[in-house]
């Protein structure tokens, strides 16, 4: 580490912990196209209106692909109301919510350009920057060849690649929770949603364990969760335990600042994970905190960020 690196971290050295929360899938992908428009409406204005009365930043990843089709306005006026609130940033997830590591270098750049049509618009309206892009299911590339390309070609577009640190599967807890509600079993339902902020607050503390390990020092994490309904209900418990355990909310500007996000990812394949993991190059140690992960007590539901 060089001299200008210890001073930058120890400028940035924290007295509290701080998080970004981040929000995939916006406004609609989560949900299937059958539920009625009024449905994730209101969870989406729900979502909002938690994050403003708890004056807590938020930035979202968008699939445009969900604001076509019918009342398509309605659907544009849904992310307009996200984004003129001044709490919150938006940034493009790729138009349909495709797979880069089974996508070709040339598709996927469509799924850029095509993916941030409507939001740059929207953004440009309210005088705010479009700058993040996030991999949807942070596949960043099935090779280096390809990993490379198209980082380059998001770097000419100005774009930086989000990376997240925390994630705690829930578009899991969210499926079993939205099935539970459309059978009407209210009381499973609110013990998943309570079981999800459990769960969180647990893989919240490994992380903040294996960021010690790591770089002796807390660093300014990254949350990744989805626009749901499970998070329209629960956010605020969430919001509360997390307050509780000492975090402050900040944006992902503020966040990205934090020197760690200058460390290189040294991981090209098919998973998802966390990029604390991506930026340790020694496989043995990065097996060795990958095994740490807290288990979900049920295991349910496939894979969907
Ligand atoms: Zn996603």
Same mark, same amino acid.
């Given at each position: 580490m060089s001299l200008c690196m210890v001073a930058a971290v120890h400028a940035f050295a924290q007295s509290k912990k701080q998080v970004a929360i981040t929000i995939d899938d916006v406004p609609f992908t989560q949900w299937s196209d059958a539920t009625p428009l009024q449905v994730k409406k209101a969870a989406n204005e729900k979502l909002l209106q938690v994050f403003?009365?708890?004056?807590?930043?938020?930035?979202?990843?968008?699939?445009?692909i969900t604001l076509q089709g019918t009342e398509e306005k309605a659907r544009i006026d849904v992310l307009a109301k996200w984004l003129e609130n001044p709490l919150v940033t938006a940034g493009n997830h790729g138009y349909q919510h495709a797979n880069f590591n089974t996508t070709s270098v040339d598709d996927f750049q469509q799924e850029v350009v095509k993916g941030e049509v409507i939001t740059r618009q929207l953004l440009s309206r309210f005088k705010k920057p479009l700058k993040y892009f996030r991999f949807p299911y942070n596949a960043t590339g099935k090779d280096s060849v390809s990993r490379f390309a198209l980082e380059a070609f998001l770097k000419s577009k100005g774009y930086i690649s989000t990376p997240f640190t925390?994630? &705690?599967? %829930?578009y899991s807890f969210a499926s079993r929770y939205q099935s539970e509600l459309d059978k009407g079993a209210t009381q499973a339902a609110e013990q998943t949603g309570r079981d999800y902020v459990a769960y969180t607050l647990k893989t919240f503390a490994y992380f903040e364990k294996v960021t010690q390990e790591q770089y002796g020092r807390p660093i300014a994490q990254i949350y990744l969760c989805h626009d749901n309904?499970?998070?329209?209900?629960y956010m605020p418990l969430l919001l509360a335990e997390l307050t509780k355990a000492?975090?402050?909310?900040? &944006?992902? %500007?503020e966040v990205m600042r934090d020197p760690v996000y200058q460390s290189t990812s040294c991981y090209t394949g098919p998973y998802g994970f966390s990029w604390l993991y991506r930026w340790e190059k020694d496989l043995k140690r990065r097996r060795e905190m990958m095994m740490g992960q807290p288990e979900m007590d049920t295991p349910i539901e496939p894979k969907k960020n």
């Open positions: 403003t009365a708890g004056k807590v930043p938020v930035t979202l990843f968008i699939n445009e925390i994630e &705690s599967q %829930d309904q499970l998070n329209a209900d000492g975090y402050d909310f900040k &944006s992902l %500007d």
